[in-house]
């Protein structure tokens, strides 16, 4: 049980942690478009040296593709302010 009307308010406000969980989901976010592209290269350039079955090949096309349309959705990027 709270002691006083000063812990009941401090509960109320959004803590240090919950501000630091959306920063860490903006940062995994933005790791999620380069780690999508680099999948895609990595397919490329394993399929042009050394033959890859067609499944494994679109697997890991969707896989980075995947990825790349997670961070689009999830990412909250600046948009330009109507004037």
């Known amino acids: 049980m709270l002691r006083n009307a000063n812990q009941q ?3 109320t406000f959004k803590g240090k ?3 630091k ?3 860490m989901q ?3 976010t ?3 478009l ?3 592209i680099f999948v ?3 397919a490329q350039i394993v399929n042009h040296y050394a033959v890859l079955p067609d ?3 679109g697997a890991l096309m969707g896989a980075g593709i995947g990825l790349m349309a997670l961070s689009f959705i999830r990412g909250k990027f600046n948009t330009a302010n109507k004037a």
């Open 9 to 11: 308010m401090f509960h």
């Open 17 to 19: 942690d919950e501000i």
């Open 21 to 23: 969980d959306t920063d």
């Open 26 to 28: 903006k940062r995994k």
């Open 30 to 32: 933005r790791a999620l």
């Open 34 to 36: 380069p780690v999508g």
């Open 40 to 42: 895609i290269a990595m």
């Open 55 to 57: 499944s494994i090949h």
